[in-house]
């Protein structure tokens, strides 16, 4: 773990790192801009008991005070959910809201790095970013996956983007992609993309033996597990294009562009679809959860291993 005291880490989370048991680590942008009280109270402590019925620790990670918080408590759950003015972090904005004291919610990227900080090496997350269509702007979640030795579990990279394009980033980076029970990359919202994996894998252990394998090597990126939503909650590709092209049009014509683009076409598609795309998100986070947790098990000790 750190030396520096820039780092508060839960007592918790503190004892299963010192002890090599399995910990996960959860972001906190589904707290404070993914959902609305208390529904974001109520899917963060579920998530977290998730992770602990699978036998790890969950460790959400958030900035307050100065410090980056590893493990929350209650009274940070609320005043993340409850606050107006919470910083969005990622790694651009980690400097400026610790220096200003501000409350943050870290998002993928900045999750991801807070993790390879204090040694934990899996992420559970919703959907990760990537490039946008036209190719210029590009998520911090990128980067980040060719920086940090971090497994990054989630139901693959967010609708809107440019998957193709996205996928081609990775393998250009050396970020490998498995998909659980799949050979595609899924959609977030749907099953499959057409875009292939690197490689499909049947269980989590066999994905933690190529985990640990990448990084006995020697690499320092990440792993991208990929874990598609079930058939029953999962939207079909041809009604999540068509609430996709009403939402991006309905964007257009309001002149709504930039970082405040992807959360208004979120809150469309879930009126849209009559909530079933926020039902979906709310799976795909519990799945992918669990999933985290099961994997922690098999790589506990593996940043020892790969000598991060």
Do not use: C
């Not at 109520?42 to 620790?57: K, S």
């Not at 004291?101 to 999750?111: D, E, F, I, N, P």
């Not at 598609?228 to 041809?238: C, F, G, I, R, T």
Request: charged residues 20%; glycine residues 10%.
């Amino acid at each position: 773990m750190p030396k520096s005291d820039l780092f508060r880490i839960h007592p918790k989370v503190a004892h299963a790192l010192d002890t090599g048991e399995p910990v996960v680590a959860l972001e906190s942008t589904v707290i404070a801009h993914g959902l609305p009280y208390p529904q974001n109270v109520a899917i963060a402590r579920e998530l977290e008991a998730i992770v602990r019925e699978e036998g790890a620790t969950p460790a959400t990670i958030a900035l307050a005070d100065g410090h980056v918080q590893v493990g929350i408590d209650d009274p940070l759950l609320e005043r993340l959910a409850l606050a107006d003015d919470v910083a969005k972090v990622s790694l651009a904005h980690v400097g400026l809201v610790l220096a200003r004291r501000q409350l943050g919610a870290t998002t993928v990227a900045a999750t991801m790095w807070a993790a390879a900080r204090v040694g934990i090496p899996v992420f559970a997350t919703g959907g990760t970013g990537g490039v946008h269509p036209g190719g210029v702007d590009i998520s911090a979640d990128l980067p980040a996956l060719a920086a940090y030795p971090v497994t990054v579990v989630s139901a693959g990279v967010k609708s809107l983007l440019d998957i193709p394009a996205t996928r081609e980033w990775l393998e250009t980076h050396g970020i490998p992609v498995l998909g659980l029970g799949t050979d595609e990359l899924p959609g977030f919202y749907t099953r499959g993309t057409g875009v292939k994996v690197d490689a499909r894998v049947d269980t989590v252990e066999e994905a933690a033996a190529i985990i640990q394998a990448h990084w006995r090597a020697g690499f320092r990126t990440g792993v991208l597990m990929t874990v598609p939503l079930a058939a029953e909650d999962a939207l079909s590709p041809q009604e999540l294009q068509s609430a996709l092209a009403q939402a991006e049009a309905e964007a257009r014509e309001q002149g709504i562009g930039g970082p405040a683009l992807t959360p208004y076409v979120l809150a469309a598609l879930a009126r849209i679809t009559q909530g079933r795309s926020v039902q979906a998100n709310l799976q795909l986070l519990r799945q992918n959860a669990r999933i985290a947790a099961q994997l922690a098990h098999y790589l506990r000790g593996a940043m020892i291993t790969s000598g991060f």
